[in-house]
């Protein structure tokens, strides 16, 4: 992992605010943005701030592409998703961002650009 990785990785768990070259991460009223060239490409939100009624969650995490794929936007979503089920990879030869996730033992790849989870 990269140092602004690092950083930004920290920033997100702590859901404080930092910006470093190209990345940011925005935090406020309990929602933290990453930002990547100005592009949202993560944001976490406390599950208390949705109208859902699982008490047994804390985030609602949201990924995106950037609407543009790269291996550095790959990266750093990578980075942010070591604790949710979801595997990021970079296709060089087709120029996006795969998102395969794991249900009930099971890979599949994902062709949502949004994808949700929540965890403990």
Known sequence: MRKIEEKMLEAWN????MGSGNTSVISKN??????LHGNLIASKQDVSMLEISNNNYNYCIMLNDGTYPSRT???????????????????????????????DGKTE???KRYLYYSYN
């Open 30 to 35: 309990g929602v933290t943005n990453v930002y």
């Open 73 to 103: 936007t790959a990266s750093r979503l990578r980075a942010l998703t070591t604790d949710v089920p979801v595997k990021i990879s970079y296709s060089s030869n087709l120029d996006e961002i795969i998102f395969t996730e794991t249900k």
């Open 14 to 17: 702590r859901r404080s605010s």
């Open 109 to 111: 790849k994902s062709q």
